[in-house]
């Protein structure tokens, strides 16, 4: 003899039985992989080689450096390596993956879509950071009183030009890393309902 409990169980059974799987296209979510390495890569190559010309200016301008300056930049530069082997390490991922088993690229995407999510967060929060670091040496500049004036003002259309540009690169990083936890929502999901 059924109990109204085991009924409603039994209707909830068929329910879930009936409900539509959606089926993980294995074929895309490869090929997104393949695309992600090839931007890892690209991306772990142009974040090595910006730091290049950096060490090149302050190589070349040491001397003419104020003290605060030259701790500002060594400051910047203790915090920008470790920074940067960070990011080539959450890149690794797609970059270093190899073709494997077909269900392996939906872990392996995920994660890295998971790294791609800090990777903006750390662009997003570089961003201002590197408009304070701005500011600072520009008022070092400006109170120091060895620039001449007329070279304070070319410093400070250079320092506000860099700054727009970081601001904008922050909203950029910004969308990105929202855009990134989408996908990885998008692909927990889709892992969720693997068979």
């Known amino acids: 003899m059924h109990n109204d409990g085991d009924e409603m169980n039994d209707d909830l059974s068929a329910l879930w039985q009936t409900q539509p799987v959606s089926s993980i296209d294995l074929t895309a979510v490869k090929a997104n992989l393949r695309s992600e390495r090839k931007k890892q890569r690209v991306f772990m190559v142009v974040d090595s080689l910006a ?6 200016m302050l190589y070349t301008y040491w001397d003419k450096l104020t003290l605060t300056v030259q701790i500002i930049n060594l400051f910047i530069l203790i915090f920008a390596i470790p920074l940067l082997g960070y990011q080539l ?98 692909l927990q999901e889709m892992a969720n309902h693997r068979p």
Not at 51 to 56: E, N, Y
């Open 89 to 186: 390490w959450l890149r690794r991922v797609a970059a270093f993956s190899k073709d494997s088993q077909t269900l392996d690229h939906l872990t392996q995407l995920t994660k890295q879509i998971k790294n791609n999510v800090k990777i903006a967060f750390i662009t997003k929060h570089s961003a201002w950071s590197a408009i304070v670091f701005g500011a600072v040496f520009f008022a070092e500049r400006y109170f120091s009183q060895e620039v001449p004036p007329e070279k304070l003002v070319r410093m400070s259309l250079i320092i506000a030009g860099i700054s727009v540009i970081m601001i904008v690169w922050g909203v950029w990083a910004h969308k990105r890393q929202q855009r990134f936890e989408r996908q990885l929502n998008t």
């Open 51 to 56: 730091l290049v010309p950096a060490l090149v």
